[in-house]
């Protein structure tokens, strides 16, 4: 029987792009180029770091949840000039169905670049083709409709909308949810 396989500070490699566990040499660049920014945050489910000591506070919280097997968290670097950019991850894992949903942000110096969509394919393509996952779902608040563009350029179906309570104050709350299947990700493998 098929079972989601351990992270295991697994790397995806893109064209342009290495998806890595995170580290804390990366607190600087983690900090300036998108914990801090409120633009980037706007329509996260945690807030702007105030200082980089959060930054260090998550960092190291996540290098804790790396000794669990199936904590999947990236730092999204340029291969080019090794520059950390963002995070992508799997969570909310239901093992049950091989399924995920997948998270991610970007800083707003790297935006419209193909750089988020570039990610999202990378984890997307590991799941179905290293890994056993059979669904992965992502979401995105209606007032960030940008986020939803980079699903849909990665095949992602939209399957609906639906309230989220405890958002921030300034959020509606309505999320748009998109998936895609393994059986989906195979038939556009196929003709490509």
């Not at 790397?11 to 914990?35: C, F, G, H």
Request: one cysteine or more; a positive charge; glycine letters at 6%.
């Amino acid at each position: 029987m098929n079972e989601i396989k351990p992270f295991n500070r697994t790397v995806v490699e893109t064209p342009r792009l290495l998806l890595r566990p995170i580290s804390l040499a990366d607190l600087k660049q983690m900090y300036e180029n998108w914990a801090s920014d409120d633009e980037v945050t706007k329509y996260l489910s945690w807030e702007t770091h105030k200082s980089i000591e959060d930054t260090r506070r998550v960092i190291t919280s996540w290098l804790l949840m790396y000794e669990k097997p199936y904590f999947f968290q990236w730092a999204i670097t340029i291969k080019k000039t090794g520059e950390v950019i963002g995070t992508i991850s799997f969570f909310d894992l239901k093992f049950d169905l091989l399924q995920a949903e997948i998270g991610y942000c970007l800083g707003r110096a790297f935006w419209n670049q193909g750089y988020g969509t570039e990610a999202l394919q990378g984890v997307i393509d590991y799941a179905f083709s290293q890994n056993n996952f059979q669904i992965l779902i992502a979401n995105h608040l209606i007032e960030n409709p940008a986020s939803g563009r980079v699903m849909e350029k990665c095949r992602m179906k939209y399957d609906g909308d639906f309230f989220k309570p405890n958002c921030k104050s300034h959020q509606s709350g309505i999320l748009k949810s998109y998936q895609i299947t393994k059986t989906m990700w195979g038939k556009t493998a196929e003709k490509q």
